[in-house]
């Protein structure tokens, strides 16, 4: 069985039932099952800073699906929550990325794990390390840190205790 760790985001319409759609979806997969989940954190948008608001959240799941097809589910889910792709860094219903797949190092066209901005991201960073404190970073084997995300617009939303909350 394959550990990832996925971030999960929405910042349009009602971003809290986008949240918890995208993690029914990822638990309702027959080869993916979400054993743990981080509390929901609101974070000003990055990039492309003219929109609402983000509702973001960790998950770690255990997953039979290569990489690839972790990803394919990913974007699947996305698409069935009306994800349009159309600015990038822009609105969404929903987005999900992978940011670790066990120990990997993938460099393809269409994937790149670890996540490549993710140690620049404390709306990412912060609900990972929720979940996973001592995580070390899968190439360089350091750890993961975020200094004062407070002052980089993460704040805490709503604690979440267990996966079931959001099911």
Excluded at 47 to 66: H, P, R
Excluded at 68 to 75: I, K, S, T, V, Y
Excluded at 77 to 88: A, D, F
Excluded at 118 to 126: D, I, P, S, T
Aim: proline share 6%; glycine share 6%.
């Amino acid at each position: 069985m394959n550990i990832a760790y996925l971030s999960i985001g929405s910042n349009i319409g009602d971003r809290l039932h986008h949240l918890k759609e995208a993690v029914r979806a990822l638990h309702s997969h027959e080869g993916i099952d979400v054993t743990k989940i981080s509390s929901i954190y609101e974070t000003a948008p990055v990039g492309y800073t003219e929109q609402a608001d983000f509702l973001n959240l960790a998950v770690s799941i255990a997953t039979s699906l290569d990489p690839f097809e972790l990803l394919a589910a990913c974007q699947q889910i996305e698409n069935g929550l009306g994800r349009v792709r159309e600015i990038r860094w822009g609105p969404r219903t929903v987005d999900l990325d992978i940011l670790l797949y066990n120990n990997d190092n993938i460099e393809a066209e269409n994937l790149i794990v670890p996540h490549p901005r993710m140690g620049e991201r404390a709306f990412v960073l912060v609900p990972l390390l929720e979940i996973a404190p001592s995580i070390l970073h899968p190439v360089t084997g350091t750890p993961f840190a975020v200094e004062a995300p407070d002052e980089e617009g993460v704040l805490l939303w709503k604690k979440v205790k267990e996966v079931g909350q959001l099911l």
